[in-house]
């Protein structure tokens, strides 16, 4: 049923704004040393004319959406090339409804649509991956949202039930068993009250030095931390991801051993292991945890969950993976496109979803539903969000619930990116007794405050309009 306050999308304007880490970060096989962060203004209108404009952001994390051996100037180029495809795409896209409804169609009637064609332009060995489209598409679909907001002037996550909303969830979903979502809407989902304050998770990166027998003397001297010990003690961590390998049994118990003393020795409470997507036997994964189970159960039992260690693609890879979970929560991620592939990982035996903001808030929004209503746990995981793309990220995990806290690591691999930001929100880039602090938050939107910002935006092309 059609709302006075639906907005069909009016204009965009994108941007790119380069950042370099001041440490390599390692995603599966390739590093990590520079990221271009899209950004956009997108603006809309309602049906009495008002126009109101939300901001969406989120990196091009090459590496994450497009793993491939090589060309990653091409895959990056690719990456900017589809996000210019989109800008034009959203200020022609003439629908109006909410932002939910008009998200999803967007995704559904234009951004598929494009993906293909951008895709048959290209060799086999070139062809973009599904989680790329849905990266660069999240920065418009973020800014849809925040748009809403702005334009009823409530937070956007109190514009999810039924007086913002045309559609209730079975619309959208397909329940199993015993679970109807029919007149339920997203807020029923959606913690009653949300904390101001969450537990921060530390990434520890497959090349990151535990101790100074590992310095190499090319480490940064920025007045920032190297050293594990010292990100602790500085931060208060109480959380720490672990990165593995994934093809190196040895070394990703070693790595698991040695983190999980240093852990014990500084008051740490948790950890995680994140197999990076190289796994393709459940006994490579059940192995180790049983070793770290008998050799050292100390860690073992601080281990909260285990993060994605088989292949991006779930449909390719059907792998039964009931005997790691009924070891530790097993959690996708990569492969957790949307709501569909949750339920098909829930059948092969995953306990839990993994969201993120950059594969559209939409999307996060139906996932979770989803996810929570079939008994499965959440996790919001970082895609290394600095500057406004922070916001949204913690908020996510603020309004979900999750197992614990959110991943947090922006402020590890390029802090000052996020200086003008940090200004305005000092406890969302800067952990603090082991949380970051959303109290600074706008009551508008996502709250992001940009005018408070001084940061000047390169225009990557010319505003679009409808």
């Known amino acids: 049923m059609a709302k006075p306050t639906d907005i069909r999308p009016k204009a965009a304007a994108l941007y790119f704004l380069p950042v370099t880490t001041r440490v390599p970060l390692k995603f599966g096989t390739e590093v990590t040393t520079s990221v271009t ?18 901001w969406g952001e989120t990196p091009l994390s090459v590496q994450w959406v497009w793993p491939q ?3 990653y100037e091409g895959r990056h180029q690719a990456l900017k090339a589809f996000c210019g495809c989109l800008n034009r795409a959203w200020a022609q896209f003439d629908y109006l409804g909410d932002p ?93 009250k949300a904390p101001v304050s969450l537990a921060a ?7 990151d030095p535990l101790d100074e027998s590992e310095l190499t003397g090319a480490e940064p001297e920025d007045g920032y931390p190297v050293l594990l010990r010292d990100w602790i003690q500085r931060d208060g961590l109480d959380c720490l991801k672990v990165k593995l390998r994934g093809n190196d049994a040895a070394w990703d118990f070693d790595r698991l051993q040695r983190i999980g ?42 281990l909260l969950y285990v993060e994605q260690p088989f292949p991006y693609d779930l449909e ?31 059948e092969l035996g995953w306990t839990g979803v993994a969201l993120k903001t950059c594969k559209t808030q939409s ?11 079939h008994g499965m746990t959440l996790m919001v995981q970082d895609l290394t969000n600095p500057m406004l793309a922070q916001v949204p990220h913690v908020l996510l995990a603020a309004h979900v619930g999750t197992i614990m806290g959110v991943e947090t690591n922006a402020m590890q691999f ?34 992001y405050r940009e005018s408070e910002v001084e940061r000047e935006l390169p225009l990557a092309g010319a505003e679009h309009e409808g």
């Open 37 to 54: 962060v899209a950004r956009v203004r997108l603006t809309v209108e309602n049906r009495q004319g008002i126009a109101s404009v939300g």
């Open 201 to 207: 998770w530390h990434l520890v990166g497959g090349l």
């Open 414 to 447: 390029y802090p000052d990116a996020s200086l003008p930001e940090s200004k305005v929100h000092p406890g969302l880039y800067r952990r603090q007794g082991g949380r970051v602090d959303l109290s600074t938050i706008g009551d508008a939107g996502f709250g």
């Open 363 to 373: 999307g996060a929004l139906l996932s979770a539903c989803w996810a929570k209503a």
């Open 100 to 192: 939910l409804d008009v998200g999803i169609r967007f995704q559904d009637e234009v951004l598929r649509p494009l993906f293909n064609s951008f895709n048959e332009e290209r060799p086999d060995s070139e062809k973009m991956p599904w989680l790329a489209a849905l990266v660069c598409g999240s920065l418009f679909d973020v800014a849809l949202h925040d748009a809403f907001g702005r334009s009823v002037g409530l937070p956007t996550y109190q514009t999810y039930g039924a007086a913002f909303l045309n559609r209730p969830l079975d619309q959208y979903l397909s329940a199993q068993r015993n679970v109807d979502f029919s007149g339920q809407f997203p807020d029923r989902f959606l913690t009653s």
């Open 316 to 346: 390719a890879n059907p792998i039964d993976v009931h005997s790691v979970s009924a070891r530790k929560p097993l959690f996708l991620d990569e492969s957790a496109h949307d709501w569909r592939l949750i339920q098909m990982g829930r």
């Open 69 to 71: 051996e090589g060309n």
């Open 261 to 302: 003393s240093i852990a014990v020795e500084e008051g740490v409470s948790w950890l995680t292991a994140d197999f990076n997507c190289t796994v393709t036997d459940p006994d490579y994964v059940n192995e180790i945890l049983d070793r770290l189970r008998d050799d050292q159960p100390r860690t073992y039992g601080m």
